[in-house]
């Protein structure tokens, strides 16, 4: 289940020495046209796999090029690009909204505490979740008792099934600062084991989840956008397909007073910067919370929205926040976008043991200014709870 990248990903990496740029339209969809180097040239559309990486190198190497005049490229793709990678006076949309805040701040370049613990433990809730999905597709009902016992990336979860307790030891591993991979032994039957792997991703939750003993695979993923939040859901046994549901996740009618006790418990949350009366708020099915906002930064010539994904797991007093923030600018005279600003912002409340909050800035998945990366990128802040 872990992933290697591919000959496309090494190639749009080693791009350098840009010769042309080229935004345009391909069977309804924007597409670029990148030649550099000796005569190299890469086309892909939005519908491609890597698209979004491309843009992001193209981006970062225009950026950094001091004779723009060198590279051949249209005006409507000049404006787009020239818009996307203004100068690190003018403020992103996501550093007028969070970024300035934490330029008084000192931060450090490494962790003062381990995190794997309150990465587990906030994990653990939607692991519970699919295993006794799972277990209930067998006719086996099992309840989880409260409390694991662990330390850092290993733990045991202890489940009643019947009159009979079950140990299930558990092994986490975070190959990547967004992804959690966990390996659960004793599933269903001694010596059996199911392997998952949750990504938290701008624009989706991917749960990926398979038992070569069980010959099980299955897959289970939350798809966001401004409008609505869709679950899709699909498990073979033996390679038929022996559950499959797609369906929408209803909105909280009203976030503020359903979301008001994790708000006030979870101190974290004050430094978030969202505001939940522009937001659309989701309650994930294991108690995880998604929050979609989107704010339009409209001009005369421009279409631009600023979008800040966000995902909450809590576990006790412990809590996660990931924040995904980027902005999608679109010239309204030939509808082509381009995607820019991103951000990710995770944040650790460790619960009563440090009486802290840790905010860190990761590498974002694309284009993200100078500004994102000379202050924030690759930081980790602190700073003290407040007393309620």
Request: aromatic share 12%; charged share 30%.
């Amino acid at each position: 289940m872990y992933r290697f990248m591919s000959e496309e990903e090494i190639e749009i990496q080693q791009i350098s020495d840009l010769k042309m740029l080229h935004l345009y339209q391909l069977a309804g969809n924007d597409a670029l046209a990148v030649c550099y180097g000796n005569d190299k040239q890469i086309n892909l559309c939005a519908m491609d796999t890597h698209y979004i990486l491309l843009m992001e190198r193209a981006l970062s190497l225009y950026a950094q090029c001091e004779n723009k005049d060198s590279i051949i490229i249209d005006e409507n793709t000049k404006t787009l690009f020239d818009k996307a990678v203004c100068e690190s006076t003018h403020y992103t949309s996501f550093f007028n909204r969070i970024g300035k805040k934490y330029l008084d701040k000192e931060g450090v370049g490494t962790p003062k505490f381990a995190s794997e613990g309150v990465l587990r433990e906030t994990v653990l809730p939607l692991l519970k979740y699919y295993m006794q999905q799972m277990y209930h597709m067998w006719d086996v009902p099992i309840t989880f008792e409260k409390e694991p016992c662990g330390w850092r990336r290993n733990c045991v979860l202890k489940v009643r099934r019947n009159e009979e307790t079950l140990i299930l030891p558990v092994r986490m591993d975070f190959p990547r600062d967004n992804t959690c991979t966990a390996t659960v032994g004793n599933f269903l039957k001694d010596l059996s084991s199911i392997t998952f792997e949750i990504s938290y991703r701008d624009d989706r939750l991917l749960v990926l989840f398979e038992s070569k003993s069980l010959s099980l695979w299955g897959e289970s993923h939350y798809e966001m956008n401004a409008d609505r939040l869709r679950a899709f859901t699909s498990i073979k046994v033996n390679g038929e397909v022996v559950y499959h549901q797609e369906e929408p996740v209803e909105t909280l009618i009203n976030p503020e007073e359903d979301l008001k006790e994790i708000l006030t418990r979870q101190q974290a949350l004050r430094d978030s910067f969202f505001d939940l009366e522009q937001a659309k708020v989701y309650r994930l099915p294991w108690g995880g919370i998604a929050i979609c906002r989107a704010l339009d930064g409209s001009d005369t010539d421009y279409i631009r929205t600023d979008y800040d994904m966000i995902y909450l797991e809590e576990y006790g007093t412990k809590l996660a926040l990931r924040q995904f923030s980027y902005s999608l600018i679109e010239n309204r005279t030939d509808g082509l976008k381009l995607r820019t600003d991103g951000a990710i912002m995770r944040k650790l409340y460790y619960g009563e043991k440090y009486k802290e909050v840790e905010t860190y800035f990761l590498p974002a998945g694309y284009y993200s200014g100078w500004d994102y990366k000379k202050y924030l990128e690759k930081r980790y802040f602190y700073h003290e709870l407040e007393e309620i």
